[in-house]
């Protein structure tokens, strides 16, 4: 069964501040993907990672991903408040199985 | 324009009710899914579909069931034997390289 951790799980920084999210897998997979939810809203896509070494960058957020240590990141470069919002990532098992499995999710505030 | 439409976005259920949640896509995405959020919380999956007339259950399928006629719709129903129906239902699509959410529908058991 595939599980999907995320910490920390709750992250409050200031502005300005750089901090990392982590979210590890447990078994092999061959995408993941990043979303963000506003309060009270739907999820919003941010990223996909397919391969072993992908990076993918938007703004002040930028994503990465190591298949072998089941392991992707998505880093925040000088938080500003607008990126207050919840972060989850999502597995997949990978091959014909289309099982989305998410991590719990990272409410990050940023402060003034 | 493409994507993923839940309705209603708001809807009551009476105790000892059916309700029917909508999610129609037209991104041409094989696999579709169901997800319940309660607050604070993560998601967590109910029913997901690979193909047309295939499904599978989640991780908490109980008192939930689905279907899944067409490509492009996956109807929820959530029944009398969900005793705690109260929650956001959020409806998803897939292929390999994307994978979007609808808007969401808010349940509330009245």
């Known amino acids: 069964e595939l599980k999907v951790e995320q910490n920390p799980l709750f992250l409050s920084m200031q502005e300005g501040k750089n901090y990392t999210i982590y979210c590890n897998y447990s078994?092999?997979?061959?995408?993941l993907y990043w979303y963000r939810q506003d309060p009270g809203k739907s999820l919003e896509s941010l990223f996909v990672l397919l391969s072993n070494g992908a990076v993918k960058q938007e703004g002040r957020l930028m994503a990465s991903l190591d298949t072998k240590a089941r392991l992707s990141t998505l880093h925040i470069t000088a938080a500003v408040h607008d990126l207050s919002a919840t972060y989850f990532c999502a597995v997949g098992l990978g091959g014909s199985n289309y099982k989305l499995t998410f991590g719990k999710g990272t409410l990050l505030t940023v402060n003034p | 324009d493409g994507g993923i439409t839940q309705s209603p976005k708001y809807l009551f259920r009476k105790e000892g009710q059916n309700v029917t949640l909508s999610c129609e896509q037209n991104l041409n995405h094989d696999a579709m899914y169901w997800y319940r959020q309660d607050p604070g919380q993560g998601l967590r999956l109910i029913y997901y579909s690979q193909i047309v007339n295939d499904f599978q259950k989640g991780d908490i399928a109980e008192g939930y069931s689905v279907s899944r006629e067409k490509k492009e719709s996956f109807p929820l129903t959530v029944t009398s034997a969900q005793k705690n129906p109260t929650a956001f239902y959020l409806c998803a699509s897939s292929q390999r390289t994307e994978a979007f959410f609808g808007q969401g529908t808010r349940l509330t058991v009245v």
């Open positions: 078994t092999t997979s061959d995408r």
